[in-house]
Antibody
């Protein structure tokens, strides 16, 4: 069974960079899944942020692309998210998840989510 | 890319069937059979209940079913039960390899 766990600061100051890591257990990052970050602002719907494959191929949400970097560390079985120049609008629960294939929207496994608040 | 469209809320009595719609465009829902549905209870992570329009993962109740016509996908919950009270989110693959969600639909069991 694949398990994912998000980690990172729960509080980030405006204009700074949000950094989160997702640790994957029970499944090698290199074994075929794609890996994604998704967020959910308080009381709102889900928003896909970015996708990465273990080869380093990446895909980004068009409106966040200029501020987002997703990366992978196969030696640690982790992937990470960096979101720069954050504002209050970036306050959300951030989830990491597995995506079964490039052509699809099948997020099989999810982390429990981590709340990141942007505030001074 | 624009978010998919879902009704804000749907309700039904126990045992009834309800349908949640998810409307997009020919660039997402209408262009690919890659629509998924997720159930989310308060304070919990979303759970996959339908993928590729109509397929159920192992362990998901057969009371959940999916379909698609044109640019609109639908989630049908039959035999509504109290445990089905949750938020339901649709998502679709889009041209360019991106993914888009709907705003979510709150289901109330009366």
């Amino acid at each position: 069974q694949v398990q994912l766990q998000e980690s990172g600061p729960g509080l980030v100051k405006p204009s700074e960079t949000l950094s989160l890591t997702c640790t994957v257990s029970g499944y090698p990052l290199t074994s075929g899944y794609y890996w994604v970050w998704i967020r959910q602002s308080p009381g709102k719907g889900l928003e896909w942020i970015a996708t990465i494959y273990h080869t380093g191929t990446t895909y980004y949400h068009p409106s966040l692309k200029s501020r987002v970097t997703i990366s992978v560390d196969t030696s640690k079985n982790q992937f990470s998210l960096k979101l720069s120049s954050v504002s209050a609008a970036d306050t959300a629960v951030y989830y990491c998840a597995s995506l079964r294939s490039y052509y699809g929207s099948r997020f099989d496994f999810w982390g429990q989510g981590t709340l990141v608040t942007v505030s001074s | 890319q624009s978010a998919l469209t879902q009704p804000a809320s749907v309700s039904g009595s126990p045992g009834q069937s309800i349908t949640i719609s998810c409307t997009g465009t020919s660039s997402d829902v209408g262009g690919f059979d890659y629509v998924s549905w997720y159930q989310q209870h308060p304070g919990r992570a979303p759970k996959l209940i339908i993928y590729d329009v109509r397929n159920r993962p192992s362990g998901v109740s057969n009371r959940f079913s999916g379909s698609k016509s044109g640019n609109t996908a639908s989630l049908i919950i039959s035999g509504l039960q109290a445990e089905d009270e949750a938020e339901y989110h649709c998502t679709s693959f889009t041209t360019g390899g991106t993914l888009v969600f709907g705003p979510g639909t709150s289901v109330t069991v009366l």
